[in-house]
């Protein structure tokens, strides 16, 4: 009589691994989480670059196009104010074409007086300068480096083909972007509109951009577009009263200190501090030279002092009251900013990179909840949310 054992459940040696849909195991454990965190990191910041290279590389093909928009909205922020004002007594038109004619003028004699100086002025400039880094020369050579020849003349010849290059980059971005008759039409044409419709109906305009975004981004990229607009024009007032300001400085300076040539130099001065940190000291360094051929070296040492001075009330004064918010970066990422505004566009994007990193660093604080001094407190950090439309 045979008796029959219970069978018992077969117990599993190793646990079940986890598997998807598909059969593919989902274990991840072997992987660190550090890892898998940096993972996803990388490949969202590779497609965020790949994204802003097409831009890029469709903003350049239309280059002249995109910057004589982005000049109306300089002039527009320029002129936006001064409208405003007189609007308060006269129709929105004739507003504006006062404004129009007013700013126009301002421009007009700001140039007139910079290139009268630079003609009337600039051989005997160019001698200055001549004399005065012969000498420069001469007290690397016989002063407490004691630098040899062939030293001094790798520097000048560095110095001297780093300078035409700068000078090369602009000629070449100038002439680029106006290579035919044609593409200067369009240009002048797209920057005259601009203007005329950024002042008359700009809530419109951004209006019927917004209203074509998906409804669960709209609020976020309105109020992003309000503080990018705010930080481009804050900056583009700011910038040329800090620029008028540095010129004004210099030119007291130099002439308390009787160094010939001051109304050109602080010409210089003003056009140097369009690129703000570097550009006014760069420009300041003509006016130490010229001081040391024609003053000698104790009032060019006297001219640094004063560009150290003016430097400061630039950075500590001038632009905390003029720009207030506007722009708030660190000098460094400024100079970074300008860094690569150099490299891409030359000198049109050293003179833009500024204020574009401004917006792009307003918005960027507004999106990530960073921003202490938020304009629109109501306004939570972006989240995505479905769209309801």
Known sequence: MSSTQPSQPSQPSQAAEPTSESGVSTDQSEVPGTLRNLAGITWRLLVLLAGVAVIVVIFGAIFPVVFALFFAMLVTAWTQPVMNLIHRVLPKVISMILALALIGSAIIAILYVVISSSINEGPKLLTSLKSGLAELEDWLQKGPLKLSDDDVSSLLSQASSYGETAAKGVATSLVGSVSSLGTLVIAGSVFIFGVIFFLLTPERIWNWFVSWLPKSVEEPVNVSGTLAWGSISGYTRGIVVIAFCDATLVFIGLTILQVPLAP????????????????????????????????????????IVLTVIVGSFDGDVMQPLVMGKAVSLHPLAIILAIAAGSIALGIVGALIAVPIAGAVYSVAKYLTGRDPNNPFPSTQPFVPVPDTK
């Open 264 to 303: 050109a130099l602080s010409a210089v001065v003003f056009l140097g501090a369009f690129i703000p940190v570097i550009g006014a000291p760069i420009a300041t360094f003509f006016a130490a030279v010229v001081a040391l051929a024609e003053r000698g070296p104790l009032i060019a040492v006297l001219v």
